[in-house]
């Protein structure tokens, strides 16, 4: 199983930008973040496949979040943030290439997970 490292989360203003990012102890398929808010499912928010060739975004983030890989690290650079982002932020790798890549249930290794705090 794929060891998990998060780092980046903090406290800022509506419309700044945060740096997540995510070591991870080897390589698998393919990363993703996600994210739980109070009283909520954890829900996608994006993913990359290990080569870096296909990224997919949940809506509302679209244009503002920025999911790359860097070696063995995924980053998500979030731009515009809003108090609905609020959120703890968990990085996760999938091994199976069949796979869906925003399906909480079909990640294989989790991180502890980050907390980031957007107000008004």
């Known amino acids: 199983q794929v060891q998990l490292e998060e780092d980046g989360g903090g406290m800022v203003q509506a419309g700044g930008s945060l740096r997540l990012s995510c070591a991870a102890s080897?390589?698998?398929?393919?990363a993703g973040w996600f994210r739980q808010a109070p009283g909520k499912e954890r829900e996608f928010v994006a993913s990359?496949?290990?080569?870096?060739?296909i990224t997919n975004y949940q809506d509302s983030v679209k244009g503002r979040f920025t999911i790359s890989m860097n070696g063995n690290t995924v980053n998500l650079q979030m731009n515009d943030l809003k108090p609905e982002d609020t959120a703890v932020y968990y990085c996760?790798?999938?091994?199976?290439?069949?796979?869906?890549?925003?399906?909480?249930?079909?990640?294989?290794?989790w991180g502890h997970g980050t907390q980031v705090t957007v107000s008004l």
């Open positions: 990359i496949t290990w080569s870096g060739d």
């Open positions: 080897g390589r698998t398929w393919r």
């Open positions: 996760a790798t999938q091994m199976s290439i069949i796979g869906a890549y925003n399906n909480v249930n079909q990640y294989d290794s």
